[in-house]
């Protein structure tokens, strides 16, 4: 009895390059549909993103030429940091579970495929010692509810950007009358102050005698 020979990466990659075709197929066939089609323009073209970008990683893990992912690095705060910019147009695409599956009809049964196929040992070691395919293909499970086992890696966190100082306001030489306190007020020349249910309320329009 011969024993398998194990899937390599490029195996791996046609096999998801044939999962997403028949996906992308599928979902082509309902672009007549004039209340759905903007939408399903934009899915095609996300599907065909993934794929290249899935064969362009497998390809690097099996020729060994990935850059090992960086740790996490405490971000500063920058003194003067640059303007903002706006930013680049994305995708509107629905993040909802299952949301292509409930669009798209027949979607389900690529998801049990892609499952299948993101369970498989070979498929997970790859996975695992790569993590931008994780983030590559967390939205797409999502999209058509396949829940791999073992599950995705999830993505590594990256500590807080520290919020540079306000800057100090300009002084006040009094606090603002109008604005109710809680705490008895100070005294100030000019101003009366009235409790009132828990409030102290300054008196409009009356001085303190001289």
């Known amino acids: 009895m011969t ?4 899937p390599t990466p490029s195996d791996l990659s046609d096999r998801f390059a044939v999962i997403i075709e028949s996906l992308y197929r599928a979902t082509a066939r309902t672009v007549r549909d004039p209340m759905v089609a903007p939408l399903i ?13 899935f064969a362009a990683l497998a390809a690097r893990y099996a020729a060994g030429t990935l850059r090992p992912a960086r740790p996490p690095q405490a971000r500063t705060a920058d003194p003067d940091p640059p303007p903002p910019r706006d930013p680049p147009p994305r995708d509107k695409l629905p993040r909802g579970y299952a949301w292509l599956i409930r669009l798209v009809p027949g979607a ?12 498989q040992p070979e498929m997970a070691a790859m996975i695992a010692a790569v993590p ?3 983030t590559l293909l967390r939205p ?5 509810a396949a829940e791999p086992t073992p599950p ?9 950007r520290p919020r540079p ?15 109710l306190r809680r705490a008895p007020p100070p005294d100030e020349p000019g ?20």
Do not use: H, N
């Not at 024993?3 to 194990?6: A, D, F, G, I």
């Not at 389900?108 to 369970?119: K, V």
């Not at 995705?152 to 966190?157: G, N, Q, R, T």
């Open 152 to 160: 995705l890696p999830p993505d590594p966190e990256r500590p807080a």
């Open 41 to 53: 323009l934009l899915i095609c073209a996300r599907l065909r993103r993934i794929t290249a970008r």
């Open 3 to 6: 024993q398998e020979t194990p």
């Open 140 to 144: 797409l499970c999502r999209a058509l």
């Open 165 to 179: 100082p306000r800057p100090p306001g300009p002084p006040r030489d009094k606090p603002d009358p109008r604005i």
């Open 191 to 210: 101003i009366s102050w009235v409790r009132w249910r828990g409030l102290w309320l300054p008196e409009p329009f009356r001085l303190k005698p001289a």
């Open 108 to 119: 389900a049964s690529y998801g049990s495929q892609l499952q299948y196929l993101l369970s």
């Open 132 to 134: 931008r395919m994780a």
